[in-house]
């Protein structure tokens, strides 16, 4: 085995810990797809690798099953992976297969409570507005959000919803998610990319009104309303968004720019650099024949 099997592993992990880290000068909607994709291509790199050592050591410990398998699936140097590393592998994989499970499940039930809410004015006083996916899906709003703002700030809040339902924010929370659920250090990047999330749709809303302001006291005055309506926890929690006080304070700012050459670019670069990486773990031990165990 050798110790090149790790790297695309280690550097998306840095990867990501920096980009949690360091905010990026760039459009919140470009700053989330960065985020989602070095969060996808940080699972697969890793649990690519512990997949690729746990074939491997279930190959030394079932040596007649081996021959059955491809040959890039098992180490170049035909050396035994050693069970102080073989285990952990083993079982972080079976881990990593139930919290998957286990977060799809939640998921699925998340979604399918709020879109039969979705039918409905939920009968609550607390402000409240979601984007629910799906093709049942739509935007949940309370009682008491209707009667807690006035006919342009609502139309703001629906701006922000269908700004989450078109770009499909869903799927990059599911991905934050699910990353954050099997590798606890991507936490702060999930927390990141959430922010990112919200701060797109204030853009967007931003955009479709015309008036920066408007939308940044909207925002402030249904969280002002949420606090005063006491310490009830919202019912849909995948769908909620935090950073208020930050998303304020941009949207009293100058509009960021669009970074219409930067932000692909950089998407795409980082996007093949990680890709590239991920798919090193299955591969890098026939190329160079170093062995590590």
Not at 230 to 259: E, H, I
Request: proline share 5%.
């Amino acid at each position: 085995m050798i110790w090149l099997t790790f790297l695309p592993a280690v550097l998306t992990l840095a990867l990501a810990a920096v980009l949690s880290a360091v905010p990026l000068r760039l459009h919140p909607a470009w700053t989330g797809r960065l985020l989602a994709t070095v969060a996808a291509t940080t699972v697969v790199a890793t649990l690519g690798t512990l997949v690729f050592i746990a074939l491997n050591y279930a190959a030394t410990l079932f040596p007649g099953a081996a021959d059955r398998l491809p040959e890039w699936v098992l180490f170049g140097d035909d050396q035994p992976v050693h069970t102080a590393l073989g285990v952990p592998a083993l079982g972080l994989t079976v881990l990593s297969a139930v919290i998957t499970a286990r977060l799809c499940v939640r998921w699925a039930a998340e979604v399918r409570d709020a879109q039969h809410t979705a039918r409905n004015v939920v009968d609550s006083d607390t402000p409240l507005a979601v984007a629910v996916p799906g093709r049942h899906g739509g935007i949940i709003v309370s009682r008491g959000l209707l009667h807690a703002l006035d006919q342009e700030q609502l139309q703001v809040v629906f701006h922000h919803e269908a700004s989450h339902l078109r770009h499909r924010h869903h799927r990059y929370l599911a991905l934050g998610a699910l990353a954050a659920g099997m590798l606890p250090l991507l936490k702060g990047l999930n927390a990141r990319l959430r922010f990112c999330l919200e701060r797109w749709a204030d853009e967007d809303t931003a955009e479709a009104v015309g008036d920066r302001t408007l939308v940044a006291h909207t925002i402030a005055h249904v969280a002002l309303s949420q606090s005063s309506a006491g310490p009830t926890a919202p019912p849909f929690p995948a769908f909620t968004d935090s950073g208020v006080l930050q998303r304020v304070q941009a949207l009293l700012d100058t509009a960021p720019s669009k970074n219409s050459i930067s932000g692909p670019v950089l998407l795409t670069s980082a996007g093949l650099a990680t890709g590239a990486l991920a798919s090193v773990a299955w591969q890098v031990d026939h190329a160079l024949r170093l062995a590590l165990l």
